[in-house]
C-alpha cells in the first residue's frame, strides 16, 4: 500500500488542523492505521491509532482530548483532526499502516508502511 500524507501548515496555538492521510494499493481495510510525529531533534512518536473497521482507536496522553483520529475505508483514507494546538505539537507527522491484527499500533515497529510527513507547525 502506498500512503500519502498532507493537510499540514502554519497555524497559530490554540487553531485546528485537519490532516489526510490517502493510501492506494490494496484493500485499505487490510489495514490499521496510525499517525506519528517527528519533532526537530527528537525521535519519532506515536500520535494516534485506528483499527482496520475504525472501532478502536488510541492516542498518545500528549494529545487525548484534543486529537481525533478517523477513516473512510471507502474513500481509503485516514483523517487527524487537530484542535487547541500547541506549539509543542509543531513537528512533521507521519501516516502508518499494518496488516490488520489484535491490540493497539503504538510503536513504529508495528508499522509496514508509511507515507511521506506533512509539517505542522503551531506559532506561540
Known amino acids: 500500500v502506498q500512503l500519502q500524507a498532507f493537510g499540514g501548515g502554519l497555524v497559530q496555538a490554540g487553531g485546528s488542523l485537519r490532516l489526510s492521510c490517502a493510501a492506494s494499493?490494496?484493500?485499505?481495510?487490510?489495514?490499521?492505521m496510525g499517525w506519528f510525529r517527528q519533532a526537530p531533534g527528537k525521535e519519532r512518536e506515536f500520535a494516534a491509532f485506528?483499527?482496520?473497521?475504525?472501532?478502536?482507536?488510541g492516542y498518545a496522553d500528549s494529545v487525548k482530548g484534543r486529537f481525533t483520529i478517523s477513516r473512510d475505508n471507502g474513500k481509503k483514507n485516514v483523517y487527524l483532526q487537530m484542535n487547541s494546538l500547541k506549539p509543542e505539537d509543531t513537528a512533521v507527522y507521519y501516516c502508518?499502516?499494518?496488516?490488520?491484527?489484535?491490540?493497539?499500533?503504538?510503536?513504529?515497529?508495528?508499522?509496514?508502511?508509511w507515507g511521506q510527513g506533512t509539517q505542522v507547525t503551531v506559532s506561540s
Open positions: 485506528i483499527s482496520w473497521s475504525g472501532l478502536t482507536t
Open positions: 502508518a499502516a499494518r496488516l490488520r491484527k489484535s491490540g493497539l499500533g503504538t510503536t513504529e515497529t508495528q508499522y509496514d508502511y
Open positions: 494499493g490494496r484493500t485499505f481495510s487490510d489495514y490499521d
